[in-house]
């Protein structure tokens, strides 16, 4: 017979019954150094008369074992969790009937699926839980090992709001951990404070500044790391050596997806204020990312509801915060629940008079913040360039729109790059800004890959006859003449030696000089004056014979 007694109790004046009882056990008395030695020789008096034994369980904390010590003068033991698998695996043994069934759901897990489900320091309570989940919806519901883990994450994530809801410090490093989990733990522990100092003094409604139970924003007391990190369900994970590292994380990752469920459906005061905050990360892009995401999973959770607050989010005063909205949308333009809310945003954005929002917009069609297709991209870049203004924030919007240009054609396949210069060439035929973002961007595309250019040069007329007019229109403009020039060159170097790749170049230069543009004319004289060692000598002085030899084409009825 075993008995847990209050953790409240003051236990020098607690005595045992007198018979029937076996073991008492005490967990984390709120002062452990209100007992005294001679309470402790009292206890031990009463408890053996009575045939019992008694536990007193403390969370660990720095010097604390040796200060208890030295106060009862008796030693202290450290009790180390076993093994998370070994609890799993008994738990599994005692619980299944089917040991067969067992073993064959186990051997059905994808690879690396029972590390995700057992992380190395997994508290004994997870293991035991995640062992019961894996017979109730596993072995007898059918459910797979991605579908325990989720339900772990949901029922693990409505326990640790719950907990952490009454107490400032945990609510804020349990949203930071949601954010920025596995990043190093100063990230975490400074963006739970920026969490904190955000909801203070002039944010007193907020569940984050204020609560009956726990510490105010202003209480001075902190909580031990390990603490706060035992009561969320996560972990710091240290390593030295080459590969140190300092994290924090859950234990299970999906807890994420599943504390923004909770917060979403229970707990929508908390939005607004969660939206000011992702606002502000550094300049860090794995960070911005992070907090980008996050805003992701509101909008999803909520059916897009959520990014009514992402106007505000966007035109917030950091520098980071219109990468943080283009996450995002770039994000949430896939999900079928925010889909059609972050569409209708990107297109009023696309229009507006707020560069921050036009910036949002430009870097959302960066295929690597998102999932906007290759066509929404275009054209919401070519809405973003015909109404640019002259004024130093849309100078700022230009060049994220011709990074993003440049971005999609070097990540994209063959298919998506002819779509990206199948647009440019329509734009050369314009005499407004698109025509010079065509211009500023082409030679950057051409140094991305020039064995692609190469082989679809020769491969694809079609496809050859739009290099031919976008390097012509690059080397006509005399803001990107260089650019250009310099592109073509780097491509005779490369080609130099090679049959394939002198071919494609002789190709291009024979269309080039057939076009008989006034840049293509600029730089076959260029490389005639420059260097003996200047690349692609003896191709330009072929091409620049043709071109001589060519009689101008003569105006007749």
């Given amino acids: 017979m075993l008995v847990q007694v209050d953790g409240a109790v003051n236990l020098s004046r607690w005595g045992p019954r007198a018979q029937g009882v076996h073991g008492y056990l005490v967990m984390e008395p709120p002062d452990p150094f209100a007992l005294r030695a001679w309470d402790l020789s009292r206890l031990e008096a009463s408890l053996a008369k009575a045939g019992a034994h008694l536990v007193?369980?403390?969370?660990?904390?720095?010097?604390?074992?040796?200060?208890?010590?030295?106060?009862?003068?008796?030693?202290?033991?450290?009790?180390?969790?076993?093994?998370?698998?070994?609890?799993?695996?008994?738990?599994?043994?005692?619980?299944?009937?089917?040991?067969e069934a067992c073993a064959q759901w186990l051997r059905a897990l994808e690879p690396g699926q029972l590390d995700e489900l057992l992380p190395e320091g997994l508290p004994p309570r997870h293991a035991a839980q995640a062992a019961e989940a894996v017979l109730q919806l596993g072995v007898v519901g059918g459910a797979s090992g991605a579908?325990?883990?989720?339900h772990l994450a949901r029922v693990e994530g409505l326990e640790v709001v719950a907990r952490a809801q009454a107490d400032p410090a945990l609510l804020a490093h349990l949203l930071s951990?949601?954010?920025?989990?596995?990043?190093?733990?100063?990230?975490?522990?400074?963006?739970?404070?920026?969490?904190?100092?955000?909801?203070?003094?002039?944010?007193?409604?907020?569940?984050?500044?204020?609560?009956?139970?726990?510490?105010?924003?202003?209480?001075?007391?902190?909580?031990?790391?390990?603490?706060?990190?035992q009561f969320l369900g996560a972990h710091r994970v240290q390593?030295?050596?080459?590969?140190?590292?300092?994290?924090?994380?859950?234990?299970?990752p999906a807890m994420s997806e599943a504390l923004w469920e909770v917060l979403c459906r229970d707990h929508t005061d908390l939005l607004p204020l969660?939206?000011?905050?992702?606002?502000?990360?550094?300049?860090?892009?794995?960070?911005?990312?992070?907090?980008?995401?996050?805003?992701?999973?509101?909008?999803?959770?909520?059916?897009?509801?959520?990014?009514?607050?992402?106007?505000?989010?966007?035109?917030?005063?950091?520098?980071?915060?219109?990468?943080?909205?283009?996450?995002?949308?770039?994000?949430?333009?896939?999900?079928?629940?925010?889909?059609?809310?972050?569409?209708?945003?990107?297109?009023?954005?696309?229009?507006?008079?707020?560069?921050?929002?036009?910036?949002?917009?430009?870097?959302?069609?960066?295929?690597?913040?998102?999932?906007?297709?290759?066509?929404?991209?275009?054209?919401?870049?070519?809405?973003?360039?015909?109404?640019?203004?002259?004024?130093?924030?849309?100078?700022?919007?230009?060049?994220?729109?011709?990074?993003?240009?440049?971005?999609?054609?070097?990540?994209?396949?063959?298919?998506?790059?002819?779509?990206?210069?199948?647009?440019?060439?329509?734009?050369?035929e314009s005499d407004d800004v698109p025509s010079l973002l065509t211009a500023l961007t082409f030679p950057a595309m051409v140094s991305t890959d020039l064995a692609w250019w190469s082989d679809q040069i020769l491969a694809d007329a079609e496809l050859a006859s739009s290099t031919v007019q976008l390097a012509g229109h690059a080397l006509n403009e005399s803001a990107t003449f260089a650019a250009m020039r310099d592109a073509l060159l780097a491509w005779c170097s490369e080609a130099h030696g090679t049959e394939h790749g002198a071919q494609a170049l002789s190709a291009l230069l024979d269309g080039l000089v057939a076009?008989?543009?006034?840049?293509?004319?600029?730089?076959l004289l260029a490389v005639e004056r420059g260097p003996d060692a200047m690349p692609g000598k003896e191709l330009a002085a072929r091409a620049l014979a043709v071109w001589r030899r060519k009689a101008p084409a003569s105006n007749t009825d």
């Fill in 56 to 99: 007193i369980v403390l969370t660990d904390a720095p010097g604390l074992a040796g200060t208890l010590e030295d106060h009862l003068s008796m030693p202290v033991v450290r009790h180390h969790p076993p093994d998370a698998r070994k609890v799993f695996t008994t738990h599994l043994s005692d619980g299944c009937s089917d040991e």
């Fill in 147 to 150: 579908e325990v883990l989720r």
């Fill in 177 to 229: 951990i949601g954010v920025y989990g596995g990043l190093h733990r100063s990230v975490v522990t400074e963006r739970a404070g920026d969490l904190l100092r955000l909801a203070g003094p002039g944010g007193e409604q907020s569940p984050v500044a204020q609560s009956s139970h726990g510490p105010s924003v202003g209480d001075t007391r902190q909580r031990p790391l390990s603490e706060i990190l």
């Fill in 239 to 252: 390593r030295a050596g080459a590969e140190a590292t300092d994290t924090v994380s859950f234990f299970w």
């Fill in 274 to 428: 969660l939206h000011t905050w992702l606002a502000g990360p550094d300049h860090e892009p794995g960070h911005v990312e992070r907090a980008g995401r996050a805003v992701a999973a509101m909008a999803v959770a909520t059916g897009g509801r959520s990014m009514e607050h992402l106007r505000d989010l966007a035109l917030a005063s950091s520098f980071p915060a219109p990468q943080v909205a283009a996450w995002c949308l770039g994000t949430a333009v896939q999900d079928p629940a925010a889909a059609r809310t972050a569409a209708d945003l990107l297109e009023q954005w696309s229009v507006t008079t707020e560069a921050s929002l036009r910036k949002a917009v430009a870097y959302a069609c960066h295929s690597d913040r998102g999932q906007v297709t290759d066509e929404h991209a275009l054209r919401l870049l070519q809405r973003l360039m015909e109404t640019l203004d002259d004024d130093t924030d849309d100078l700022s919007v230009v060049a994220i729109i011709a990074a993003a240009l440049v971005q999609r054609f070097e990540a994209g396949d063959s298919r998506a790059r002819a779509t990206v210069l199948r647009r440019l060439q329509d734009w050369t």
């Fill in 515 to 523: 076009a008989r543009q006034p840049g293509c004319l600029r730089w």
